[in-house]
């Protein structure tokens, strides 16, 4: 077999994508059943019996065109009329032609004319859906094909709606122009008068023969600029022919009548640079309406007959584990998780969009969507996220939303996209947990309450995420730490409560209908604005509310296997890392469900290094502790010690937590510090990552190293 580079055939644009399937159906099905096709960079490459010479000679002397029709719109040639000449004298001269090559194409268009007088008396119809019907019950063979790439029918019996798929606009028409009058025309061009025999050259390897190879017409959404030729548009158009819908019988819930056009979904206005949620409807008088949607073409890199890539596009679905792929978000989810076809490596991602001046719907290239090698595990957390997404999206989209929710929504949606690309990537799972944190951030303000926060995230989102900084590791000490963790039960009084008013519905709320508000509540005392702030804010609310339940301890304590680690409390403390960032994280890793990181943690990679902060800042820290030292010792708890800190006074914050160990026979080496207020609030702040009762004690052998061995002997 030879191997031809078909240089004229290229994943976009979507003209030159079909002319590919349009190149290898015909030679399989004509010329030689064992071609084989594949993709390989931004070319097709075919293996085939014939050579340069034969291929091309056999689309000059040999190919028969597909019968494509359109009897039901306009300049379709089966009427009378000035605007219905030229199709019509192109028909009249395929009748009378004695060339085999048409024969099948003669006997479509009488059985056409057949059923336009039984249906019609001859006259274009006013609904063109019983025609579209009666035509699918009378023709047979390739005719077949088109009809099912340009309507599908859904629903049974007297119950039947058409829909057209997005790929020919409006069953053949796109505006007032008529895809079919021009294949024609391009049948008379390429066949009948054999005017442009010397373009195949340019038209199958790319090769240019002769310059301005122009025809002059249009490829409507297909080719929206670039030269053509009315090749191109003969085989791009029986390549169309493989994207066929099917007639589907679905019943749902809410009667839902379900598209079946192979990989076709609804729009989404993300995960490609030019993205606008206008992207997602259709203009007509300034009215929003919904969107033509997108559609995923499949890139195989391995060499494919006719017949099997036609599989894949008869097959053409693609489902979570949930449901089928409906918009791009499920479809990027579908392909990433559990993928849709063996050999497929890629897709391209078309929108039909209006574009000039939403005058114009052109096929418009999103970019490419690789599929992973193998199925991450890490995806798998994604599934958390399925309704949340929908309900955010939902609300994005109200016309009362506010702008910054959209804005936020947009930043989550192309993160959690890049996610599915790279799912081993770990900033960019940090990526996502930050753009969550961003959202809440609006949604507590009020905007958007039917979405809903963060739904509980499993522990595997700390694996996902976890890149071995002392950022991360310090986020999620921060997140999962609690007032308490029972052996049999989940953690409670857990910090979550002082970035969201939470109950067990969500959000807290008062009110009904359009005047529902949520609550304010005086233990929210995170902004989400300041990472430093928030940090001091935490430590300084947990110390009044435990002084007011006459608790003398600082109600904070680790969770199992996520607690702050002496290394990084010392870089954090030396203004070495960016608490902006750390508290950015934590608040989204507060969703991580308390009950399933306690039954299965998922620890994170500690640092080797035996760095420590001051000796001034561990006595601080221990004078702060939720639990009584191992030796049965406590400390009781003085919140004007973070006052003093959040003030700017050291000293005196370090004299109070002096006196109290002291009180508790605790007689630390070190006597007083000073240091500038921006160090006093990032001591504050620090007391918001917990320790183990294992690094309290090597603190306190730090600073008492006598007082330990005493008590402990």
Known sequence: MIVHNLDGCAPTPLAHYLKALGILRLVSEQADPQARGWWEGDRFRLASILDHNALENFFIEQYKPTPIFNPWGGRSGFYPGKSEKSARMVLTTIESSNDKRFSEYKAAIKTIRRIIKASTGGVKPEKKEELIMA?????????????????????????????????????????????????????????????????????????????????????????????????????????????????VSRNTTNSMKWMSSPFFVAPNSYGYPSEAQLDEYALNKGKKMPGRGEQWFPLWSQPMTFNEANQIFVQGRATTKRSRATDGWSMARAISSLGVQQGIREFMRYGYLQRNNQATTFAVPLGRFRVPDRISPRLACLDDLDTWLGRLHRESRMKSAPSRLELVTRRLSDALFAITQHPEESLRWQTVLSAMADVEGVLRTGAGLSAGPIPLLRPDWVHAADDGSPAFRLALACALQAAGFPRNGP????????????????????????????????????????GIDDAAS??????????????????????????????????????????????????????????????????????????????????????????????????NADAAIIRRLVSSDIPSAVKIALQRLLAAGIKATVRTAAAGSETALIWAAALAFPITKTTAADFLGRLDANSLKEKTL
């Open 135 to 247: 035509l699918r019950h009378a023709v047979r063979g390739k005719s077949m094909l088109w009809i099912d790439s340009v309507s599908s029918v859904v629903g049974s019996g007297d119950n039947v709606d058409i829909f057209y798929p997005a790929l020919f606009g409006t069953g053949g028409n796109e505006g007032s122009g008529s895809y079919t009058s021009a294949y024609m025309a391009a049948i008379e061009q390429c066949i009948l008068k054999r005017v442009w025999d010397h373009s195949l050259r340019t038209v199958l390897f790319g090769e240019i023969t002769v310059p301005g190879c122009n025809w002059g017409q249009s490829m409507g959404q297909f080719m929206p600029e670039g030269t053509i030729t009315p090749w191109d548009f003969l085989l791009a158009f029986e390549g169309a022919c493989m994207v066929r819908s099917a007639v």
């Open 538 to 635: 935490l430590v300084q609310r947990r110390l009044i509310e435990a002084g007011q339940s006459g608790d003398r301890l600082l109600p904070l304590k680790p969770a199992w296997k996520a607690s702050a680690h002496p290394s990084d409390l010392a870089r954090l403390l030396a203004g070495e890392e960016d608490l902006d960032r750390t508290m950015q994280l934590a608040r989204a890793l507060m969703a991580i469900d308390g009950r399933q990181w306690n039954l299965n943690p998922c620890p994170v990679r500690f640092p080797s290094d035996d760095t420590y902060p001051d000796d001034a800042w561990l006595a601080v820290r221990l004078a702060l502790l939720p639990w009584p030292l191992a030796d049965g010792r406590t400390i």
């Open 491 to 530: 953690p409670y009084n857990l910090v979550r409560r002082h970035w969201l008013p939470l109950d067990r519905n969500g959000f807290t709320t008062s009110g009904t209908g359009s005047q529902k508000r949520i609550q304010t509540d005086p233990g929210v005392v995170l902004t989400g604005r300041k």
